[in-house]
């Protein structure tokens, strides 16, 4: 249900915006009354989402480039004339491989995505928040970072450091205006779903207690709840969006 007018006056920055979950936030956001900027790797993807979703702002870089985000934040904020909300949802899932097989170059990439990229991201954003005494900040993280996926260890251990990266800047910034929360979805219909080989998706699938895989429309409502004004007392916590696969 959207919940027309509750970003009005808002703007958020959403990375991994051209797809997925990321692109599915923004749209919600515009429809709800806000403003949005999409930041991703891929320029084709993004021209696409931006018209799609009616960005105000769009930016193609890689953000495990601690410099580009730092541009990224500036100019946006310039654009925008303020940033608010920063949903990080750029991701990649690496190799499935068993540890001793694992190539070094995937892991070093999915930790400099998923868990550098998201640092830099949070560390660029939070002046601009900081300085109006506002902010919410959801990160991207997945059950896979509570409960471990084999054959998945980077994805598992990227996620599990997102979660914990979380709960230490919620804590941070919980007096200064500025809440922090981590999503935790289970396997959910993405184009993500694509770096990864069937038998890694059924093996996810099977461990749901619902049975299905999640649609992205059930975890971007959860993102634009926590990305919006009604969150206001929750911060340094994970929400679920696993369909029973983790209950804590």
């Given amino acids: 249900m959207i919940c027309a007018g509750r970003f009005e006056g808002r703007t958020a920055v959403i990375t ?17 009354g806000g403003k949005v900027a999409l930041w991703d790797i891929d320029p084709e993807w993004l021209a696409e989402a931006a018209r799609d979703v009616g960005a105000a702002h769009a930016m193609a870089f890689d953000v495990a480039d601690a410099e580009a985000v730092a541009r990224a934040s500036d100019e946006t904020a310039r654009v925008l004339g ?14 499935t491989a068993p540890v001793e097989d694992f190539p070094i170059d995937s892991w070093l990439s999915v930790i400099d995505v998923n868990l550098n990229g998201l640092f830099y991201c949070c560390r660029a ?16 993280a997945s059950v896979a970072g509570k409960e471990g996926n084999p054959n998945a260890s980077a994805y598992s251990a990227s996620k599990a450091a ?16 500025v809440i922090a929360n981590a999503v935790t979805p289970a396997t959910f219909e993405s ?15 099977s461990k749901i207690p619902m049975g299905r895989l999640g649609d992205v429309r059930e975890t971007a409502a959860m993102v634009c709840f926590m990305a919006s004004e009604e969150c206001s007392f929750t911060t340094a916590s994970t929400f679920d969006t696993s369909g029973g696969r983790t209950t804590y």
């Fill in 162 to 177: 997102v979660i914990g990266f979380t709960k230490s800047l919620g804590k941070e910034l919980a007096t200064r205006g």
């Fill in 125 to 140: 954003v939070l002046p601009h928040m900081l300085r109006r005494g506002y902010g919410r900040i959801v990160n991207v």
């Fill in 191 to 205: 184009p993500i779903l694509q770096q990864l080989p069937q038998s890694q998706v059924d093996y996810m699938l």
């Fill in 16 to 32: 991994g915006g051209a797809s997925g979950l990321g692109r599915q936030t923004a749209k919600r956001i515009v429809e709800e």
């Fill in 82 to 95: 303020q940033i608010d909300v920063l949903v990080n949802s750029a991701g990649i899932t690496g190799a």
